[in-house]
């Protein structure tokens, strides 16, 4: 199946097919120079079946976690590119999660002022949500994504196959995206998750859930408004994942799907509803609620690049299928996290 995200002259295709990894190279032009980025998480074959159809291949396989996606980290991929003499006209390939598809997506367009970037999403997270619409970018200590740019990739492709070498935690994880989209743009996707086969219908869950994404991008490509959309359980999401979060000497804790998935709930105002989606994440898999320490919560969230002075925007979701985007004070974060 093949889908175009329509920019203009920005604009791209989206490759679902199973084995698609395989067929890279009667995709896109990969007869010139290309850095291919991975992780140590990545089964290493999937690099190498990209490596395989490049004239000429260089693999760079970074630590796997949220620690890679780091300056230090994008500096030594820039000098690696520099050190093998990468020209305008080549091209980085990302294959792997988010955070190689951020690292990688990020380097793409700063090194000598942009290349051709092609995203070969590997996990269920990725292959739903963070592969499309040209987000890319690193962290800055422990404030994600504050770093980046808007880049949109010359092609994706999304093979189902790879997620079959995921851990199930892993894969269950990048599920509360396409939950999220579901929640404010997808009654009957939300409806899927309640009482459909998940591992059935994986390919129907990717294709609905990056038609939405892909309809949000073309409408607000550099998240002027509608974009925001794509935030829902991601403000308190991010000041869990920072605190509780799996990273960096962090072995133990939780993914960012698990820290999406209980920033969503807090911002579903409708009670049955609220219900209906803390017994989806229970069949997925996915975390309800969980102990942390709320008062450094609070304190990330106040730092997060979404407040705006003494105000910051929340995604709210009314009911099913419709959202709300409201300009909060920063009081409402207290009462939110801290319960009061």
Known sequence: MKLTMRLGARSYDIILKRGALKNLGALINLNRKVFIVTDSGVPAEYAETVRAQCKEGLVYTVPQGEGSKSLAMYQKLLEAMLEAGFGRSDAVVAVGGGVVGDLAGFVAATYMRGVDFINCPTTTLSQIDSSIGGKVAVDLGRTKNIVGAFWQPKLVVVDPDTLSTLPRRHFVNGLAESVKMSLTCDAELFQLFETGDVDAELETIIRRSLLIKKSVVERDETEQGLRAILNFGHTLGHG???????????????????????????????????????????????????SYNKEKVLAYMLHDKKARGDSITLVKVPGLGCWRLDKAPLSELETIVMGK
């Open 240 to 290: 869990i994942e920072a605190v509780k979060g799996i990273g960096g000497r962090r072995k133990t804790g939780l993914y960012h799907g698990e820290c999406v998935a209980l920033g969503m709930l807090p911002m579903i105002e409708d009670k049955q509803l609220q219900k209906r989606t803390r017994a989806v994440l229970r069949k997925l898999g996915l975390p309800c609620r969980a």
